[in-house]
C-alpha cells in the first residue's frame, strides 16, 4: 500500500463519520490532518504516515502542560525533570500508549499515539478504535498531569 491509499481511505472514512479536520504541512511526512476538539477535554488528534515508515499510520494526541505546570517544569533540575519524565513513562506504558515528550510553541507536551502497522489493521473499524484509545489515552493524560504535576 502506498500513502496515497492510506490518505484517501482516512479522508474517507472522517468524512463518512463527519468529522472536520485540517491538512497539515508536515516536512516528515507524507501526509498530515489534524482534527480538532475531540472527546471531552477537545485535545486535537494528529493522523499521519511518516515518511521514514511508509505504510505505517499514526494517530496520536499532544497534551500540553497548563502555564502553571510549564513553568514549573521549566524550575526543575535535570534530576527533577528526569524523575517527572519516568512518571509519565511509566503512566504512558500503563496505558499501553507509545509517547514522546515534545518541546513546541514554548510548552512542553506528552504526545500519545497509536501505531496500526499491519495490513489488516487499515479499515475502517481498527481506525476508528485506535482514534477512540487515542482520545481516552489524551484524556487520561490530561487528567494525570493534573494531578500529579
Known amino acids: 500500500m502506498t ?3 492510506i490518505r484517501n481511505n482516512v ?3 472522517l468524512i463518512h463519520e463527519s468529522y472536520s479536520f485540517n491538512d497539515t504541512k508536515s516536512d516528515d511526512d507524507i501526509f498530515k490532518m489534524t482534527i480538532k476538539h ?3 477535554f477537545g485535545n486535537p488528534v494528529e493522523i499521519f504516515e511518516p515518511k521514514s515508515q511508509p505504510n505505517v499510520l499514526v494517530i496520536g494526541a499532544k497534551v500540553a502542560l497548563k502555564n502553571n505546570q510549564n513553568a514549573r517544569f521549566l524550575k526543575l ?5 528526569k524523575n517527572f519524565e519516568k512518571k509519565v513513562e511509566d503512566y504512558c506504558y500503563s496505558l499501553q500508549a507509545v509517547h514522546r515528550f515534545i518541546d513546541e510553541d514554548g510548552k512542553k ?3 500519545v499515539y497509536v501505531v496500526l502497522d499491519k495490513e489488516e489493521q487499515f479499515n475502517q473499524n481498527s481506525f476508528f478504535e485506535a482514534l477512540q484509545r487515542v482520545v481516552e489515552m489524551s484524556e487520561k493524560m490530561t ?3 493534573v494531578k500529579t504535576f
Open 3 to 5: 500513502g496515497m491509499p
Open 11 to 13: 479522508e474517507r472514512w
Open 38 to 40: 475531540v472527546g471531552g
Open 77 to 81: 533540575n535535570d534530576d527533577e525533570k
Open 109 to 111: 507536551k506528552v504526545g
Open 143 to 145: 487528567q494525570f498531569l
